[in-house]
């Protein structure tokens, strides 16, 4: 299953706005989807879960993928936290 | 034909059929069903129909508040479609044979509290949201009306037992006429919104206010207090003459409302308004005031899920501070708790809250809240004449917390290379009676006072403004209220400083003659009064204000101090 490393430079953390953008992208995929952050795990489609997940600016995040689409998943998940949720 | 009487709470006649505002409660019976597939299509149908009752809000919020405030209704929507939320509630109905509404309303609240758990003010903020989604999904489900504010489709009159800050924002303003209240006094939420609106109102009307039903003939006398069901043709007719009577009056004091506000004899005082927003900016222009005397800053904390950015505040008191150039905007920091409540801050529960942690007591615990909005201030004063003054302060030793508190953020912006107001005014509100007692020894560390008779009054009174069967002691017309406010005028002249008013007082026609004779500086009042209240003062001189005054300072109460102005003063009737 693949995985890949994030750290969220966005003000906010993944909370508000970004946790929102990150929930939309990801349910534009089939494949399932979760995002770790510490000790918790939550599904990348859900916004509720996402925001438990309590990741602050700076956070590492761990997501993964799996199924048809997984890697363009990941791929587009990467580039959103990259580009900083498209706010600069 | 039937009659109520209140407390006259907003100037005018309005005539119109009424509209009743109840909330409905929900209310949600847990039990078994047989057909878990026709249980979730009705999950689905409901889901549909919420759907598109966030997507109007969205719009609504993009244009009315902007997309920082939509975009909570967008995370909601999210919500409302999240797989989590609705896999737990799936298999709940599912195999549990339990009603949607109870496996909904449980999940949703187990999210919520989950939510809350983690100790962060945005995240409880969510958990709001949640449960927000969740009670207008149920509403949906059950089939009752999202807001009693949908059904406002003609222009009526109001009559409600209370209305909160959100239920009026919910209100289509084009189509309010009026409001009834069985609550509440003269200076409670709803009699504030109309006087700002500029509509008429009566409050603390009582139970006899709940016989009325939606599309009821009423004509609301806001001068009188009174309410009147069923008007008979012949006494119709006077409210539609009385109505346009007052009407041409405002008209005929418009005309004057960009002249100074100067006494016959060549006595000149200011007439400012009160505002609560950048959209009123351009009313107080408008209504010939002369700057702004009140700019309530709480505009910025309400309505919303999170704390105001410094930067965002530093655009709202920058734009309202430059529209009025080199006339004064008095900005008042955050003044929460007592009746105002922020969801957002956590403010624990207080056995009294107007003697609680409310106003400036509330800012200096709160760092956190306190001086950002300070260093937004300091930035956005700089090129235009923005005061700061400071809400509930009962002692000299709060002035030196607070003025080291400004030093602090001045020192730091500085630091940090901004523009800086370094000359800025600093005033205080004079609102408990030791501030009024202690005016002698605060003229020392404030440039200027502005009098909050509001509070002052319920305070000196020991009367509730909100309690309607004491509300009538706490209307500020009384010897104690105009004796404090003589004590403040006289220490700040004695070393030169200027007091203002800001309280619902300012802009009352009775209490202008006493004012002005005391000598007050500045009145500020909301815009509908700023012309009225220049009429006024251009047509009474300064030497028979004083002696009204003096006599009404000694008179005994409420209604006596009423009947003499009135009869002193004939001035001081409209129309």
Redesign the interface.
């Known amino acids: 299953m693949p995985e890949i490393k994030l750290t969220i430079t966005h003000e ?1 953390g993944l ?3 970004p ?2 953008t990150f ?2 992208t990801a349910a534009k995929f089939s494949s399932d989807i979760e995002v770790t952050h510490g000790e918790t795990t939550a ?1 990348a ?5 996402v ?2 997940l ?1 990741a602050h600016k700076d956070a590492e995040i761990v997501v993964k993928a799996e199924g048809e689409d997984a890697d363009e998943a990941l791929k587009a998940l990467e580039e959103l936290v990259l580009d900083n949720f498209g706010e600069h | 034909m039937k009659s109520i009487s209140g407390i006259p709470a907003s100037y005018g006649i309005a005539i119109g059929p009424a509209f009743v505002f109840t909330r409905v409660e929900i209310v949600i019976e847990p039990c078994n069903i047989q057909d878990p597939k026709a249980e979730w299509k009705r999950f689905v149908q409901a889901q549909e129909e919420t759907s598109k009752q966030l997507d109007v809000a969205y719009l609504k919020a993009q244009e009315e508040l902007g997309e920082e405030e939509a ?1 909570i209704f ?2 909601q929507k ?2 409302l479609q ?4 609705i896999n737990t509630v799936k298999s709940r109905v599912d195999s549990e044979l339990i009603n949607v509404e109870t496996a909904l309303y449980e999940s949703a609240e187990s ?1 919520a509290l ?2 809350e758990a ?1 100790e ?1 003010e ?2 409880s903020a ?1 958990a709001l949201d ?1 449960r927000d989604v969740s009670s207008r999904l149920l509403r949906n489900l059950l089939g009752l009306k999202n807001s009693p504010a949908d059904g406002l489709k003609i222009p009526s009159i109001i009559t409600a037992q209370d209305l909160t800050p959100s239920d009026t924002v919910m209100l289509n303003k084009d189509l309010v006429l009026g409001f009834c209240i069985e609550v509440g006094g003269s200076t409670s939420h709803t009699a504030i919104l109309a006087r700002g609106l500029g509509i008429p109102a009566v409050v603390g009307a009582g139970e006899p206010l709940r016989k009325i039903k939606t599309g009821d003939k009423l004509v609301i006398d806001g001068d009188a207090g009174e309410i009147i069901i069923d008007a008979d043709k012949k006494s119709l007719k006077q409210f539609r003459d009385r109505q346009k009577k007052f009407l041409m009056a405002q008209a005929d004091a418009e005309a004057i409302s960009h002249q100074p506000a100067i006494t016959t004899d060549g006595h000149q005082v200011e007439v400012v308004a009160n505002i609560g927003s950048v959209d009123d900016v351009q009313p107080a222009i408008l209504s010939g005031a002369e700057g702004v005397g009140l700019l309530r800053s709480e505009f910025l904390y309400l309505e919303r899920s999170s704390l105001p950015t410094e930067e965002e505040q530093y655009e709202s008191y920058k734009t309202i501070g430059d529209a009025f150039g080199d006339r004064p905007v008095i900005l008042r920091s955050l003044d929460v708790g007592g009746d105002k409540d922020i969801p957002y801050i956590d403010m624990p529960p207080e056995a009294n809250p107007f003697l609680g942690v409310r106003a400036i007591r509330l800012c200096l615990s709160r760092p956190d809240i306190f001086k950002p909005q300070l260093r937004a201030a300091l930035r956005a004063g700089y090129g235009n004449n923005l005061k700061l003054m400071f809400p509930m302060v009962a002692t000299v030793e709060d002035v030196v917390k607070i003025r080291e508190v400004l030093e602090e953020c001045k020192q730091e912006l500085r630091d940090e290379g901004y523009d800086v107001a370094e000359e800025m005014e600093i005033g205080i509100m004079i609102e408990i009676p030791s501030a009024a007692i202690l005016a002698d020894q605060l003229t020392e560390v404030v440039d200027f006072f502005s009098i909050g008779t509001n509070d002052l009054s319920q305070y000196a009174l020991a009367a509730d403004r909100t309690n309607a069967q004491v509300a009538p002691m706490a209307s500020g017309f009384q010897p104690a209220v105009f004796r404090l406010i003589k004590m403040v005028i006289d220490a700040a002249h004695a070393k030169g400083k200027w007091v203002g008013l800001c309280g619902e007082m300012a802009g009352e026609l009775l209490a202008i003659p006493i004012l002005l004779g005391l000598g007050l500086d500045e009145f500020s009042m909301n815009p509908p009064a700023v012309p009225f209240a220049k009429r006024l003062i251009r047509s009474i001189s300064m030497e028979h204000a004083r002696q009204v005054a003096e006599t009404a300072i000694n008179l005994k109460g409420d209604k006596e101090i009423r009947k003499y102005v009135q009869e002193a003063v004939p001035e001081v009737n409209r129309g």
Request: aromatic share 6%.
């Open positions: 906010v909370h508000a706005r946790a929102s929930v939309q599904n489609k859900s916004i509720l879960a925001l438990t309590g | 975009g967008e995370a999210l919500m999240d797989p989590e939320l999210f989950q939510l983690i962060d945005y995240l969510r949640i």
